[in-house]
DNA sequence: AAATTTGTTAACCAAGTGGTTAAACCATTT
DNA sequence: AAATGGTTTAACCACTTGGTTAACAAATTT
């Protein structure tokens, strides 16, 4: 019960804590050590005791994030389920995991806009990507079987993932413009789990 | 095939487009001045030259493209024609306007988060930001008049912002990750301006 | 053509930058 | 209490950063 063999972790969580908001207030390339020292409330040559570089320490920011992600989307797409089924699971599923962190889509987005392949190999080397072949099959069998509207199985792919995950890319500036606080913002979000599912599955059925 | 040897361009547009690329490829904060020298071909103290700092330079660049993007915006969202037509509009002249410059939205939405009052400030001192306040209220008054069904205004516009702009956003994922080249993604986005239309009045339609 | 203004450069600088070092601290073990 | 070994710090270092300077070259004006 009682068995911490761990050493003392606060120190490292501080760390950890501290770069994650560092990093997605300021980017890979902005964020600077010693802000990060700073924020933890430590000496900044224990960051390099705890974190050999600013890279590695980087990675493992970014690959906490993307590890909370990634997998959860996977087994969504990979999930045997009726088409609809799977359209309302993906908008409830997203919109909740990422409502927890919505700084998510942006720093991702930008990571893999500095460097796409570099991305794709960190993270299929960790975890797989999510491949949303399955949910393609199942449009197409749909629409065969006459069940839904003739589309373009891609073009659904890219509504779906749109609507989910654009308002948080955007959040700043819906906050901003739209003058809603953090409560507002989330209660839209709420709203719009059930909402995009039956906007995408209106437009579709037959 | 390299026509034109730019030679006769001169030496501010040279820098304007070189800050342009580096921006875009490193962001306001990644960015070096000695990065811009080099790509424009000239010397250090020439950026300081014409442009008197870093910050200076980057407001010009992203007013430039800011400018080119929000009053078209403005002008479809401010144009009195039909609910479905309005949605028509936008679809096809967003995608449009974007295909020229798909960097435009990351980046812009890179700045919003960097400081968000200030980027409304910037844009509203100078062009004023486009407001969907009409938009908004052509979806309520065909919901009075039953001509669509009844949705949240706001989920709505939500839906079509989503949809036109995130694509571009997750461009460099999509490249990578459905081995896409420039002129497929180019095709992708050009059906697509005809398709996320009829999807939305498809959904909204009674 | 001389003087003046504009465009351009190499060399420089102060203030950071990521990262290292050596010494100190502190809880256990001996 | 001395020794141990992981943790923390102040001081430091080599290098990069944005920005400046002073001299020079090329137009432009006189």
Redesign the interface.
């Known amino acids: 019960m009682a068995k911490v063999i761990q050493k003392d972790k606060s120190t490292e969580e501080k760390i950890l804590a501290a770069a994650k908001n560092v990093f997605i207030r300021?980017?890979?390339?902005?964020a600077r050590m010693q802000d990060i020292a700073d924020e933890a409330g430590i000496n900044k040559a224990l960051l390099h005791y705890y974190f050999r570089n600013k890279e590695q320490l980087f990675d493992v920011i970014f690959m906490q994030a993307a590890g909370q992600l990634f997998p959860r989307i996977r087994m969504i797409f990979e999930s045997d389920v009726p088409l609809f089924e799977m359209i309302e699971r993906f908008c409830e599923d997203y919109i909740e995991i990422i409502s927890a962190n919505t700084y998510l889509p942006?720093f991702v987005?930008?990571e893999?806009?500095r460097d796409?392949?570099g991305?794709?190999k960190k993270i299929n080397g960790a975890m797989g990507?999510p491949k949303p072949e399955l949910f393609l099959q199942k449009i197409e069998k749909e629409i065969k079987k006459g069940t839904i509207?003739k589309?373009?199985p891609?073009?659904l792919l890219?509504?779906l993932?749109?609507?989910c995950?654009?308002?948080f890319?955007?959040k700043?500036?819906l906050?901003?413009?739209?003058q809603l606080d953090e409560m507002q913002f989330r209660a839209?979000m709420d709203?719009?789990k059930k909402?995009?599912a039956r906007?995408?599955i209106?437009?579709?059925k037959k």
């Open positions: 300021q980017g890979m390339m902005g942006l987005f930008n893999i806009n796409p392949a991305f794709m990507f509207k589309i373009s891609l073009q890219l509504n993932l749109s609507m995950i654009f308002p890319v955007a700043p500036l906050l901003v413009n739209l839209i709203q719009r909402d995009v906007f995408i209106d437009s579709i």
